[in-house]
């Protein structure tokens, strides 16, 4: 089955503090996965996409296809980092599959 | 570049009635048009997959005779909740990419709330 959990639905750091949220997928093919971030009443964005590799905002992400995970990282989380954090999958016929989605708050 | 558009963003209707949401693609042509619902505090829900030009392909569980989808450009997909009931109320989302297997960018949402 495709699935993609993410087990926090809310966490909270200080500014400054290292943030991790984590995600992990179950999916039989090679995955592509993706990070969503939304901000307050505004649309989903795209925040990165394993196959890019890249940092986008100081937030990486690496898949650990031994891990069956996609845990996205930033050393120092800033306030306006606080949003809501999809992550999600695209399988068959780039359907995107999300996890449950993670709040993210940033406190001064 | 890669705009959506979403209208209407808000809309509130009678119970009974037939609701249009557009979803367009004003600076690419989206080849693939995806629609999802969101409840509150919950993730999204992927109800079709729309190709311009063929029919959509609905999730299971989605009534397809109760959400109507069109594409019928490489612009605009439409979505329309027929005899719309206080259970369809939700936040309804779509999104367009230029083709099947490329990223996904998404509308703004719009809130169909059904009294």
């Known amino acids: 089955a495709q699935r993609v959990t993410q087990p926090e639905k809310l966490l909270s750091v200080f500014k400054g503090a290292p943030v991790e949220l984590k995600c992990n997928y179950s999916?039989?093919?090679?995955?592509?996965l993706f990070w969503y971030v939304q901000y307050s009443r505004q649309r989903l964005q795209l925040l990165l996409r394993h196959i890019s590799r890249e940092s986008i905002k100081g937030f990486t992400a690496d898949l650990n296809k031994g891990e069956t995970s996609f845990h996205l990282k930033k050393p120092f989380a800033q306030e306006e980092d606080s949003a809501m954090y999809y992550c999600?999958?695209?399988?068959?016929?780039?359907?995107?599959?999300f996890g449950q989605g993670t709040e993210l708050s940033v406190k001064p | 570049g890669a705009v959506v558009s979403q209208h209407p963003s808000w809309v509130i209707c009678k119970s009974g009635t037939s609701v249009k949401i557009e979803c367009r693609s004003l600076?690419?042509?989206?080849?693939?048009m995806f629609w999802y619902r969101q409840f509150p505090k919950q993730s999204l829900m992927l109800m079709a997959t729309s190709n311009e030009g063929s029919k959509a392909t609905y999730e299971q569980g989605v009534e397809k005779d109760k959400f109507l989808i069109n594409h019928a450009s490489l612009t605009l997909s439409t979505l329309t909740v027929t005899s719309a009931h206080p259970e369809d109320s939700s936040f309804y989302i779509c999104?367009?990419?230029?083709?099947?297997?490329?990223?996904?960018?998404f509308g703004d949402g719009t809130r169909l709330s059904i009294l």
């Open positions: 600076d690419f042509q989206a080849t693939t």
């Open positions: 999600a999958l695209s399988g068959t016929g780039g359907k995107l599959i």
């Open positions: 999104s367009a990419s230029r083709q099947r297997n490329q990223p996904q960018h």
């Open positions: 999916y039989s093919g090679s995955p592509e």
